[in-house]
């Protein structure tokens, strides 16, 4: 059965570790498939949409998605040790944690990425995709390697400074809402398919819990593939 772990917030110091690789053997052991269960049941009841198991406290190379977007390859599905083998192009994303709640800033991701590692089956996967997607890989990434988007990010700020008639820099509510991980990277356009999106829509989604990293190409009008 699983059980939903606490989050762990900015400050604690297994944020800031690099995890360490899963081997083999542990994949049959089942505290580590318990771990998986309980990392999807939190990711989902944050609300998020990505969240790496440092996040849990745990300081192990695996993190799972899910965009709940309606596509298939948008998981649900985990990663375990997994690396880069595709990194392209470069857009700039606006991201909330649910580590760091609250809180909003822009940084810049790779705009096209492919990720490989094994599923807790011990089968190798390939997870490629643009977007939301993308990003949401990069961000749990990161997690991995003891970064945090705050770390790279430029205007840091509360979320509710970015709601239109907000009162500037009010304190953010203290829910674990601004995006995941999210884990969730917030929606933008690739998770409705639409042609891009504005940031108080980015912010709006963010506040809905939608992903561990709320993230979305500003200014741009393109679609969003995945």
């Not at 430029?154 to 009162?167: F, L």
């Not at 304190?171 to 933008?188: A, Q, V």
Request: proline share 8%; net charge negative.
């Amino acid at each position: 059965m699983p059980y939903r772990r606490e989050i762990v917030r900015d400050g604690h110091p297994v944020l800031r570790k690099v995890a360490k690789k899963v081997h083999p053997e542990e994949l049959t052991d089942p505290l580590f498939q318990q771990l998986i269960d309980d990392m999807y049941l939190t990711m989902y009841e944050a609300p998020g949409i990505g969240l790496a198991a440092p996040q849990v406290s745990v300081s192990k190379r695996v993190f799972v998605v899910d965009l709940q977007d309606g596509d298939d390859s948008h998981g649900p599905f985990e990663v375990i040790n997994p690396k880069f083998t595709v990194t392209e192009g470069e857009v700039e994303s606006s991201e909330g944690c649910l580590s760091v709640p609250a809180m909003i800033g822009e940084l810049p991701r790779f705009e096209r990425v492919t990720c490989v590692g094994i599923d807790r089956r011990g089968q190798k996967v390939e997870h490629s995709g643009t977007g939301l997607f993308a990003r949401c890989l990069q961000h749990e990434m990161h997690h991995l390697d003891g970064t945090l988007y705050v770390d790279l990010a430029k205007d840091v700020r509360p979320v509710e400074s970015d709601r239109p008639g907000s009162e500037g820099d009010r304190p953010g509510s203290e829910g674990d809402r601004p995006g995941s991980e999210g884990d969730r990277p917030g929606s933008e356009g690739d998770r409705a398919g639409s042609e891009g999106a504005t940031p108080d829509a980015d912010v709006d989604a963010m506040e809905r819990g939608r992903g561990d990293a709320a993230v979305a190409d500003r200014g741009d009008s393109s679609p969003v593939s995945a």
